[in-house]
């Protein structure tokens, strides 16, 4: 038994210190700008080049969207599977895993030949289009995530229940899912909402490839022509990742512990 | 009354009703999962059906076998799906076995409470920290002028680069991937290794079984569908990755999806036909191993209740 826990503690030595030694010399990198002291001028520059705030609040821009989108996509039919059509459940699940399977490069290399300005649903004619196109990439990139919380989340409600007496209450469709449903999974669907956001936020391929002026581009062209920005956007970056797990993890305590039907 | 309800016009017209409404009910019950069909439909599977079908056709759009069998003839996109299949099995395996390594630790080392949530807190961000800060923070550790580069330099007298170490080589990369394979690896193997229930390790003891013997017969036979499964998770992980790459070396590193983006972004190939195939190999890979992986796991949860 002793001799286990020292394997234990020597492994979880190492694997602190292969994780934090980059992290570490990230940090320290990214203050080195000022020749002979340490200070935070990476960051000042950062923060104060134009490109990074309008690139930033783009991204957080078409986040907002994937997310809105992704939540009325994914509530309204996670909902109606349980409810009424649990023999489409397999069908669902592996169209919701497809992102995994095929690899967003290939994605998003579709979409340009298949919606080009002279195409029958001509997304990428218009600036609009394209970044309606981004949001849409983006929300199958996200979809993984998004059902498999919601689907966790409405296993903790009697969704049934809940449907037959707001039916009674003379509820439609629209009340129940907005006003019944959403709000009983909502702590599932704000988890999902900001793994979204982690994903979404620096993304590079999707809006490179359909030349949208996003974070992640712009992360891309700061590495090739900079030296110490990047390494002050890094520390940035991961700040950003570890906020959205830190939400998901408060969160996860808000959420209800067991299933109320054992379905 | 058999003879009767059967040829009685009356009772046959009774039980038609529910029959028919459920019928006429269909389309609405439908109309609940439409937008989701409609949405994976035209941005998930048409999309992909589309290069899928491009690839297997000229440019005159009669089917052909030349623009599959141009992959393996082409020795530059040989050594692209070779350098890519390699950096994704190894940095897969690494990851796997490192991060089985730390889960075990945490689940059955002994060790304090505080040491498993932070190992799965820090997990879930390292493992969704990719991309192109990723590239960055390597660049800040073992670029030229990287801390430990430096460090090891100025205090072990040892010089990296003048041993040949350079990111853009196959275990360049592996190394680097490893930094978001290992904590997918322990996110998703812990709840594995959760459900190896202390009432075997003591039923294997009262048998009579050494420790040894409890690993072997017990735990690994356990453990190993999950294990495998993951392994391929990794694997498709890895391959589609981009970013960080690109990061690195912009477009001139021989892999699949940097060659695929080369494609996309201005026919690199002269030949479009054969970036679709180049996709479709992609996709083909990618969806084998999840193939592999979706077996595995269906084997790995009966264990798991």
Known sequence: MKGSRFWAWLIFAVGTAYFFIPLIATFEFSLRMRRGEYSFDAYRVVFGDPRFQETFAYSVTVAIFTIILGVALVVPTAYWIRLRMPHLRPIVEFATLLPLIIPAIVIVFGYIRMYGSSSPLPFLATARGTDALLVIGYATLALPYMYRAVDTGLRTIDVRTLTEAAQILGAGWITIIARIILPNVLIAVLSGAFLTFAIVIGEFTMASLLNRPAFGPYLQNIGANRAYEPAALAIIAFAITWGCMSVIQILARFAPKSANRPN | ?305
């Not at chain 2, 459920?22 to 069909?37: D, E, I, N, S």
């Not at chain 2, 297997?56 to 623009?67: K, V």
């Not at chain 2, 079984?209 to 999950?226: E, F, G």
């Open chain 2, 1 to 305: 009354m058999t003879q009767a309800s059967i040829s009685d016009p009356a009772v046959a017209a009774h039980s038609a009703p529910p029959d028919a409404n459920r019928g006429f009910r269909l389309p609405t019950h439908w109309l609940g999962v439409a937008p989701f069909f409609i949405f994976a439909l035209m941005f998930l599977i048409l999309p992909t059906l589309y290069l899928v079908v491009g690839a297997f056709q000229n440019n005159e759009g009669q089917f052909t076998l030349d623009n599959i069998t141009q992959l393996f003839r082409d020795a530059s996109i040989r050594d692209a799906y070779r350098a890519s299949i390699k950096i994704s099995f190894w940095s897969a395996i690494l990851g796997a076995l490192a991060g089985l390594a730390i889960a075990i630790a945490i689940v059955r080392g002994g060790l304090p409470g505080w040491v498993r949530s932070a190992t799965m807190t820090f997990s879930g961000v390292a493992s969704n920290f990719a991309g192109v800060p990723l590239a960055f923070a390597y660049l800040a550790t073992l670029g030229r002028l990287g801390l430990v580069t430096v460090l090891l330099r100025d205090v072990f007298d040892i010089n990296i680069y003048a041993m040949g170490f350079n990111f853009l080589t196959t275990w360049g990369l592996v190394a680097v991937y490893l930094f978001f394979q290992i904590p997918l690896m322990v996110v998703i193997i812990t709840p594995a290794i959760d459900g190896l229930k202390r009432e075997w390790g003591e039923a294997a003891a009262t048998l009579g079984a050494t420790q040894v013997q409890y690993w072997r017969m017990v735990v690994i036979p356990v453990l190993w569908p999950s294990f495998l499964g993951t392994v391929i998770l990794l694997f498709a992980n890895s391959f589609g990755a981009i970013a960080t790459a690109y990061a690195f070396a912009g477009p001139s590193l021989n892999i699949v999806p940097i060659k695929l983006y080369a494609q996309i972004r201005g026919d690199v190939l002269h030949n479009p036909h054969l970036g679709y195939a180049l996709a479709f190999g992609m996709i083909f890979i990618t969806g084998l191993a999840n193939i592999f992986y979706i077996w595995f796991r269906t084997r790995s949860e009966r264990w798991l209740k």
